[in-house]
C-alpha cells in the first residue's frame, strides 16, 4: 500500500469533466485507488463517490494505492493532480 499526499492545484477546485477524468486514470490501474480528505475515504474509481468530496483549490489529500500495479498508478493520480491545475 503505498499513500501519496497531494494537494488540489485548480483554481476553481474539481467540478464535473475534471472528475471524470480523474476516474478514467483511476480505472486504468488494477490497484485499488483510494482518496482520503480529512474522514472521508471515498474509490477513485467512483464518480458519483469522487463529486461528493467538493474538491476546492489548495485542498490537502491523500491518494492511496493498493495492488498489482500500486506505484504506477500513485504516480499517475499524482501526475493527474499535477496537471490537471495547469
Not at 18 to 30: F, H
Not at 54 to 74: F, I, P, Q, R, S
Amino acid at each position: 500500500m503505498i499513500e501519496t499526499p497531494v494537494v488540489v492545484r485548480q483554481e476553481k477546485g474539481l467540478d464535473g469533466r475534471p472528475i471524470a477524468l480523474l476516474v478514467q486514470e483511476a480505472s486504468q490501474y488494477a490497484s485499488k485507488v483510494y482518496i482520503h480528505v480529512g474522514e472521508k475515504k471515498i474509490n477513485a474509481k467512483s464518480i458519483m463517490g469522487m463529486m461528493s468530496l467538493n474538491l476546492c483549490e489548495g485542498e490537502e489529500l491523500t491518494v492511496v494505492t493498493d495492488g498489482e500495479d500500486e506505484m504506477k498508478a500513485a504516480e499517475g493520480i499524482k501526475t493527474f493532480f499535477t496537471k490537471v491545475g495547469k
